[in-house]
């Protein structure tokens, strides 16, 4: 099983719909987490952190944790054009080092 | 002002040559990375190090020796360059050990 499970899409949404997209991870004692942007031939870019079970808003995202089922996932709503990308899950693991282990990432495409 | 800067931005070179990435970070973070990215998409920790020590040495090749000079330097030695080694390796810091992480823009390196 790997450590953070994406999937790798591509996941095509019309201009101004809502993106879902969803992760798990498999270590239970992991305490962050994290989604990240990347542009193609770009470098992967922080949007949204969350700690708790819930929901976390900021703009246009919405993270959602549930570490009962190990899950996280991120909405876009008004989704655009230039939200097309790769959308990166990162998972703090509990181990010594905390490392930062990140998913294969799912491609968002939005169709104008 | 960049925050994570990698040099050089792209690297060409020939089998078995040895080359360097040079990593700096001017936001006072005490952790550093090194990540690959590889043709696939999928960013893997290579190594971290938290106020200069190494913590997290993954599965890496002997021929990939990273160092730390001070808390804001993390640099990437590979010696006797392989096809195989062909990816996009992104430098990254975090304030702490268990928080986000921001990335440089990366290094294409092409090993031909």
């Known amino acids: 099983q790997k450590e953070v499970e994406q999937n790798s899409g591509p996941l095509s949404v019309p201009e101004g719909a809502i993106a879902s997209l969803n992760c798990t991870y498999s270590?239970?004692?992991?305490?962050?987490f994290f989604w990240y942007r990347q542009y193609s031939g770009k470098s992967p870019e922080l949007i949204m952190s969350?700690?708790?079970?819930g929901d976390k808003e900021d703009g246009r995202f919405t993270a959602q944790l549930n570490k009962a089922s190990q899950y996280v996932s991120l909405l876009i709503r008004d989704s655009q054009p230039s939200d097309s990308a790769t959308y990166l899950c990162a998972v703090r693991g509990s181990g010594a080092t905390n490392k930062l282990i990140f998913g294969t990432g799912t491609l968002l495409a939005v169709q104008p | 002002d960049t925050a994570v800067s990698q040099t050089p931005k792209y690297l060409v070179t020939q089998m078995g040559n040895d080359k360097s990435i040079k990593c700096e970070q001017n936001l006072g973070h005490d952790t550093m990375y090194w990540y690959k990215q590889d043709s696939k998409k999928f960013l893997k920790i290579m190594f971290s190090?938290?106020?200069?020590?190494?913590?997290i040495n993954e599965t890496v090749p002997n021929r990939f020796s990273p160092k730390s000079p001070d808390k804001a330097h993390l640099n990437l030695h590979i010696n006797s360059l392989e096809l195989g080694d062909s990816a996009v390796y992104f430098c990254?810091?975090?304030?702490?050990?268990?928080?986000?992480?921001?990335f440089g823009q990366g290094t294409r390196l092409t090993v031909v």
């Open positions: 990254a810091s975090s304030p702490v050990l268990n928080t986000e992480a921001f």
């Open positions: 270590d239970r004692g992991s305490q962050s």
């Open positions: 969350i700690y708790s079970n």
């Open positions: 190090y938290n106020n200069k020590e190494l913590i």
